[in-house]
């Protein structure tokens, strides 16, 4: 698909973790033809949400869970984000604390403080879909802290579990932490459907032709980083925040894959699996199925 109808540098935000570098570097360094690189802005997914909300760029990746907010004013594109299977967010606390007299498992966690990412995460969605079916009662207060410091959190006591995404998977039993639940386990169980996490979505006033040329452009990124991984890693390792090189390895390894490069209808399904059953259970408003096409 041609990519001439960007005629300008577009505003792109994503965050510096290493499956978005590595699908924005061939893009972001111009080795892509006739494909004008667009002027990046770093930030967490909790940012990038709120940057939605208020309109603030031209594209953005952003969390599934967000879209019913913004989807009168950016369009979801088919390419760039992250779903899959086997990469859900886990439910982190100290081992023993879910064992014990009394409550075991996830029923352990009925009053308890929790710590999340991000009220308008995509993992926090699933954790209240994962909650309402497996917490009698629910869980306690809900506190939202920076990802980093998440696990050192749990660790230390100050909130008895954690959410947590992405590199976590590979690292928690660093800080001598146990999985009490993999939210994406429970999904795939109950749904049959890969997990939508992060998705890229751009503005409709850009108009069809250059959302369609947009698209084409990620795609292409998307296979230029899968033929040449060497040329992105530099990127890659330079925002990954002081990331153990293997780690971020795993990282791509796990959130890039065909849904990236292409949502398909498996990817169209999870994504309208997971709103319909959010909105079922009154934790976001109803998207109309229209709303998701793309242009």
Known sequence: MDTNAIAAPLSLAFSPCPNDTFVFDAWVHGRLPDAVPPEVTFADIDVTNGMAERGELDALKVSYAVLPWVLEEYALLPCGGALGRGCGPLVLTLPGAAEGPGATGAAALSGRRVAVPSERSTAYLLFRLWAAAEVPGGVGEIVVLPFHEIMPAVRDGKVDAG?????????????????????????????????????????????????????????????????????????????????????????????????????????????????????????????????????
């Open 163 to 295: 959410l947590v995404i992405h590199e976590a998977r590979f690292t928690y039993q660093d800080y001598g932490l146990h999985s009490l639940a993999d939210l994406g386990e429970y999904w795939e169980a109950t749904t049959g459907l890969p997990i939508p996490l992060g998705a890229i979505i751009a503005k409709r006033s850009l108009g069809a032709p250059t959302l369609r040329a947009l698209a084409a452009t990620i795609s292409a990124s998307v296979r230029a980083a899968w033929q040449d991984p060497a040329a992105s890693r530099p990127y890659v390792l330079e925002h990954a925040q002081e990331m153990d090189p293997a780690v971020a390895e795993q990282h791509i390894g796990l959130y890039v894959n065909e849904f990236t490069a292409e949502l398909g209808a498996d990817g169209y399904a999870a994504v309208r699996g997971l709103l319909e059953r959010a909105a079922a259970e009154g934790l976001v408003p109803p998207v109309a199925p229209e709303a998701l096409a793309f242009p």
